[in-house]
């Protein structure tokens, strides 16, 4: 960040998309290491839009696909930038128990969180 520690500067969210970053998540008792990276918006996957007739469970398994999509993107994207780190995969992350996958997306979105909120309020 810049000189003043809480305001971004559009060339560091921009060098955010190029950074791995690690995330750290406890779960029952050990530490789980993994790292990501944000994605410039050419990154994001593509899924088809949920049509407006949709019943609320559909919506929200269309909501559900398209977090994993992006998060999977995300792991992806760093598994390829640093293959040293590489903890998950498009290939395990199915077979992760699924409280430890909810902990790691709510990590990486927090992460963007942060970042949204500093380049808002800054």
């Known amino acids: 960040m810049t000189e003043d ?3 971004w500067t559009i060339e560091e969210l921009v060098k ?3 950074q791995v970053q690690t995330g750290k998540v406890t779960y029952r008792g050990k530490d789980f290491h993994f790292q990501f990276c944000e994605l410039a918006e050419k990154e994001e996957p593509n899924l088809k839009a949920i049509p ?3 019943s609320d469970q559909e919506k929200q398994d269309w909501a559900t696909e398209a977090g994993t999509e ?7 994207k760093a598994n390829d930038k640093n293959p040293d780190g590489i ?15 909810y902990q790691i997306t709510s990590e990486i979105l927090s992460y963007q969180q ?9």
Do not use: H, Q, S
């Not at 992006?70 to 792991?75: D, F, G, H, N, S």
């Not at 903890?87 to 996958?101: C, G, I, K, Q, S």
């Open 5 to 7: 520690a809480n305001v």
């Open 16 to 18: 955010l998309t190029d």
């Open 52 to 54: 407006e007739t949709a």
């Open 70 to 76: 992006r998060i999977l993107a995300m792991i992806k």
């Open 87 to 101: 903890t998950l995969t498009d290939e395990n992350w199915a077979t992760v128990p699924v409280t430890l996958r």
């Open 114 to 122: 942060e970042v949204t909120e500093n380049f808002i309020t800054g």
